[in-house]
């Protein structure tokens, strides 16, 4: 969608990063189904009654900025400015967003690499991050305060399903039959019963800010 109306959006770095590699620039909104685009339509359309005052966001914190396109329509019936609270409501979700998935993708990675540094480092490498759009230390920091996950197996519940997905072909095809496959089938899900300890879940539990392998049960 070409349109010659758009909002320019106080932001922080690494939000505008977000928006850009997910909606382009200047960021498209109406391209794809996502939730952003009903808030900001709310946002606008809020403004007109919002009791607080336009004042500009502060200027070390929103150090950045993004155009967001807006139809015409929603241009002249819905509204084309943002109060300060609408942007920071705005960034807020943005934030949380693209939080939420560091988070996950932090902790799939740290499954793999068992180390949190190359963890972090492959999650900016593959979302093309640059330092300075989100330091390193701070993606390490808010993922040890907020990222209190528990680390499962990956490795194994990939090789499980892949081998379920190969004996699985063999079965149709006739090479293998359907009484080893249903073997298999039992032998996986008694071996992933719990005994009760963390061990036997396979994960490491990430506790009080640092990761720690789970110790044998007592």
Not at 43 to 51: A, E, I, M, N, Y
Not at 52 to 71: E, G, K, Q, V
Request: with cysteine; charged share 20%.
């Amino acid at each position: 969608m070409k349109s010659n109306f758009s909002i320019q959006l106080p932001c922080k770095p690494y939000v505008k990063h977000y928006l850009t590699q997910n909606f382009g620039d200047p960021v498209n909104l109406y391209q794809v189904d996502n939730p952003f685009l009903p808030l900001l339509k709310l946002l606008l359309h809020s403004q007109k009654r919002d009791k607080y005052p336009t004042r500009s966001l502060s200027a070390n914190i929103y150090t950045d900025s993004a155009t967001i396109t807006l139809s015409e329509d929603d241009f002249l019936r819905v509204g084309f400015e943002l109060t300060r609270n609408g942007a920071i409501v705005f960034n807020k979700e943005v934030e949380r967003t693209f939080k939420h998935m560091m988070h996950v993708i932090v902790a799939i990675n740290f499954t793999f690499y068992g180390n949190l540094e190359m963890a972090i480092d492959r999650f900016t490498l593959d979302f093309d991050i640059p330092e300075d759009t989100w330091p390193h230390e701070s993606i390490r920091k808010d993922f040890m305060r907020h990222a209190s996950v528990h680390r499962f197996n990956f490795k194994n519940t990939i090789s499980e399903n892949l081998t379920k997905v190969f004996l699985t072909q063999l079965s149709e095809i006739g090479t293998l039959g359907i009484l080893t496959l249903k073997e298999y089938e039992r032998n996986t899900q008694k071996q992933q019963q719990p005994r009760g300890d963390s061990q036997s879940l396979g994960y490491t539990i990430l506790s009080g800010g640092n990761p720690q392998s789970a110790g044998p049960a007592k």
